[in-house]
């Protein structure tokens, strides 16, 4: 499996590429150009709101399947690329969600770089006595 500390931008712009692909995709579908016949994106969007999270769900469960299988084979190397795959299909209608609601890859990634250095437990334990006031 890939090092984790491989050149990160990579990702980004990765992300940003898939994420003009999909807006370009439902901008054409709302203007009736992209069809969703030959199209899994412009499905994907024809099925609006409810369509999409119901995927998000299916996709969630299936990678948690996927990482049920990986740990019980030992983090055998095709059991490790199954989980990958559905992880990569996870990602993929998490960013038809964010351009179907109007918001962007970047967006997430602004929100877990503003998040870096602040502990979970921390935030969670802060959060808890704001809302006690
Ligand atoms: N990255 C993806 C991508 N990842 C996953 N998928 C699709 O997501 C679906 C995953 O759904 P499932 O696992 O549930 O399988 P399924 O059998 O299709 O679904 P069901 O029958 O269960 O409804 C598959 O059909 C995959 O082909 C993707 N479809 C498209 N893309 C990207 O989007 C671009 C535009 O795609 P089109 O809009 O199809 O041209 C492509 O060039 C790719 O870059």
Redesign the pocket.
């Known amino acids: 499996m890939t090092s984790p500390a491989q050149n990160p931008s990579n990702l980004d712009s990765a992300l940003a590429h ?1 994420a003009d ?2 807006d370009q ?1 439902r901008d054409e579908f709302k203007a009736g150009d992209a069809d969703p016949k030959t ?4 499905l994907l969007f024809s099925k609006g709101d409810d369509g999409i999270l119901k995927k998000i769900g ?1 996709e969630a469960t ?1 990678a948690v399947m996927a990482a049920k299988d990986a740990r019980n084979s030992n983090l055998a190397p095709e059991q490790q690329k199954l989980l990958v795959g559905e992880m ?2 996870l990602w ?1 209608h998490c960013l038809i969600a964010l351009s179907q609601f109007g918001l962007r890859p970047e967006d997430v990634v602004a929100e877990l770089n503003r998040r870096l250095g602040t502990s979970g437990i921390e935030e969670k334990a802060a959060r808890k006595a704001a809302n006690k006031e």
Not at 39 to 42: D, F, L, N, R
């Open positions: 898939l692909v999909v995709r199209s899994y994106t412009a299916e299936e990569a299909d993929f």
